[in-house]
């Protein structure tokens, strides 16, 4: 089953290829690159990398889950998937973790760019894996549920509000306490111990808050995945 299971992985890390997403990702970096090179003169660029790192989740997590699962429904993949012997929860986590490890994967060459080595390695992958993870639940939720990309993008713009709530608090605008029941601002306090100072008490509400949503959102999708 590991075997079958990884094959599946490749395989889905072969269609990101071919469907040119791997390159689409590895262009935003560069661009992104290109801009922090532009910018060295003004010192610390931090507090914007790290606003920068946290959308690389949304564009590569959310966004294409989404674009995949409409393909899939396209090519009749699901219904496939639905007499497969191999396990559905195979199928959906395989594009979770192939599109997590694209988003962190991007996210390090931005951050290397920008700062190089100085930051913290272990609170910086698990923020940006973590988020990309639960972002790609959501899109293959709502990719499965949409019949077109335009009612995809419907279908997901009160997410993307949502997602851009931390910042308020991240700027001082509003207190954070107020933003605790969003798995995105524990993603961004992540983020934010991989540059700056962040007590323990943050650090464990963050990795415990994410991880118990990541479970509920993969307990969604298993539930209303639509096959046919």
């Known amino acids: 089953m590991k075997q079958s299971f990884l094959k599946l992985l490749r395989w889905d890390f072969l269609l990101l290829h071919r469907n040119n997403l791997v390159v689409l990702a590895l262009a935003i970096a560069t661009v992104y690159f290109g801009i922090f090179k532009l910018l060295e ?61 694209l988003a962190t994967f991007s996210a390090l ?31 293959i939720y709502y990719g499965n549920k949409s019949r077109d990309f335009t009612g995809f993008l419907v279908s997901i713009m009160g997410l993307i509000l949502i997602s851009a709530l931390p910042f308020l608090s991240y700027f001082g605008l509003i207190p954070g306490i107020y933003m605790l029941w969003l798995p995105q601002y524990a993603g961004m306090l992540l983020l934010k111990a991989a540059y700056f100072p962040v007590s323990i008490p943050e650090l464990i509400y963050a ?18 995945l639509k096959l046919a």
């Not at 959308?55 to 590569?60: E, F, I, L, R, S």
């Not at 290397?112 to 959501?138: C, E, K, P, Q, Y």
């Not at 994410?210 to 307990?219: E, F, G, H, T, V």
Request: overall charge positive; proline content about 4%; glycine content about 6%.
């Open 109 to 139: 060459l931005m951050n290397l760019a920008a700062i190089g080595w100085r930051f913290n390695w272990f609170h910086f992958v698990a923020g940006v894996f973590f988020t990309s993870a639960l972002f790609a639940m959501a899109g």
């Open 41 to 101: 003169p003004l010192g610390d660029l931090r507090s914007m990398l790290l606003i920068l790192v946290f959308n690389d989740p949304v564009v590569t997590g959310l966004m294409f889950a989404g674009v995949i699962m409409l393909f899939e429904k396209n090519q009749h993949t699901l219904q496939a998937i639905g007499v497969s012997p191999r396990p559905v929860w195979h199928f959906l986590l395989s594009k979770v973790i192939s599109l997590s490890l």
């Open 207 to 224: 990795y415990a808050y994410l991880l118990i949503c990541l479970l509920y959102a993969w307990k969604q999708i298993l539930k209303n």
